[in-house]
């Protein structure tokens, strides 16, 4: 159950698929920190609520997790969107039974607007950001992904949560102090939220056993220019000179991403919305072939049409 905190906190954890934010979910949740009735919480520490919602704003959009769409100025108060008020408020209303609250989706990265358009309080985001190889590497063993697609995906999601905490109090964690160094990791994650107004009921001690150090299967420490694009570089670049903690987070400024790389996710989407419509058309074609069996099942020889 959740900490002491009087004040409602709501805290949303950022980061790329595959990331840390599970590690770090598991971790906060551990201290003490609220993710959501039992009934909602899926395996990876995730609010089904909100997984729900997001996932279903990006299909709107005509996107994907693996291809999320450009979100143009005002996607929020499309009505396509804006119709997921009931869902979006029933997630907000069951993290707001307990202070600190927390969640994480990597989606949110995307679509933090959104959300923070519906939420009582502003959020206090913590930043969870790894190597991108690292990253990639993990995607290919669990969705086949090749490495070019996942950078390119790397760089789509880090972009978008860089500017969606602007302006909120942030702590930013990498990924490989928190699995080298768990509790001194959260033994520090704790104080900059603590100067945030947040209180835990359990010691970073207690929780850091949450984090697995041996699911780091890949460790990299360069990032080769014969597999990423300049920007790609200067995004991890910027990362690693983001400031611990922060009362109202300034993104870096970053050249543009470079055509290849929006090529690539506009294309994946495109084949995915595909996909799509073909598994609706085939959905829709044994419908009506089940339709016509009942029917001429139900009717007399004598009624047949020839």
Known sequence: ??????????????GMHRSGTSALARSLRELGAWLGSPEHITRR??????????QQILERLGGHWSAPPELEPGWTTRPEIAA??????AAVGDLALASPSLWKDPRTCLTLDFWRARLTVEPIVVVSYRHPLEVAASLERRNSFGPGHVVALWERYNRALLQSAAGLRCVVVAYADLVQEPEATLTSVCDRLGAFGVEFSRTPAEAAGAVDAE?????FAELPDDVTTPQQRALWD?????????????APRLPEPHAASRELLSARAA???????????????????????????RLRPSEWRT
Do not use: K, W, Y
């Open 45 to 54: 520490s995730e609010h089904l609520l909100v997984q729900t919602c997001n």
């Open 238 to 250: 910027a990362l690693g000179a983001l400031p611990a903690e922060s009362a109202a987070f300034v």
């Open 215 to 219: 699911r780091r299967h890949h460790v």
């Open 271 to 297: 084949t995915i919305r595909t996909e799509r419509e073909l598994a609706e058309a085939r959905a829709d074609l044994r419908s009506r072939r089940a339709l016509t069996r009942t029917l001429a099942q």
């Open 1 to 14: 159950m959740a900490g002491p905190t009087t004040t409602p906190t709501s805290i949303v954890l950022l």
């Open 84 to 89: 997921l008020h009931p869902e979006a408020r």
